[in-house]
C-alpha cells in the first residue's frame, strides 16, 4: 500500500446483509442452500479449525488413532469452498457429500494424470 486515507465520516452498515450480498454479488457458483459436510481433518488443520470454524454448527469427533478426526458441519457449496480444500492436500478428506468427494478425485486424478498430445 503506497497512500492511504482517513475519511472522518463514520461508515453505517446497519442495513448491509452479508448473505445477501454473497449471493447477489459474491460467488456465482455458490448454492443458496447449506449442505451438510462431514471431512476427515489432521490434528494440525483441526487445532486450526476449532479457532476459526467454517460452518454454521461444527462438531468434532475425537481423534482417531491417526490422530485425524471428523468435522460435520453445515454450509454452502462453492468453487471457493473446493479450492480451499484442494488447497489443503493431505489435511483433509471429504467424506460427504459424496458427489463432491467424487467431483475432487476426479480434479486430482486429472492433474496427475500425463499430459496428452492431441
Not at 14 to 32: I, N, V
Not at 38 to 49: I, K, N, P, Q, T
Not at 96 to 116: N, T
Amino acid at each position: 500500500m503506497s497512500l492511504a486515507e482517513v475519511l472522518l465520516d463514520g461508515c453505517d452498515r446497519a442495513d448491509f446483509d452479508p448473505d445477501l450480498w454473497l449471493t447477489t454479488c459474491g460467488d456465482p457458483y455458490q448454492e443458496l442452500q447449506a449442505i451438510r459436510w462431514v471431512f476427515r481433518v489432521s490434528s494440525d488443520l483441526a487445532e486450526h479449525l476449532r479457532e476459526q470454524p467454517v460452518g454454521v454448527d461444527d462438531r468434532w469427533s475425537k481423534p482417531d488413532s491417526a490422530g485425524y478426526s471428523i468435522l460435520t458441519t453445515d454450509m454452502r457449496y462453492s468453487e471457493r469452498l473446493i479450492w480451499w480444500i484442494l488447497g489443503l492436500g493431505g489435511n483433509i478428506e471429504v467424506k460427504e457429500p459424496v458427489e463432491v468427494r467424487l467431483d475432487i478425485r476426479q480434479r486430482l486424478e486429472r492433474a496427475l494424470s500425463p499430459y496428452e498430445q492431441d
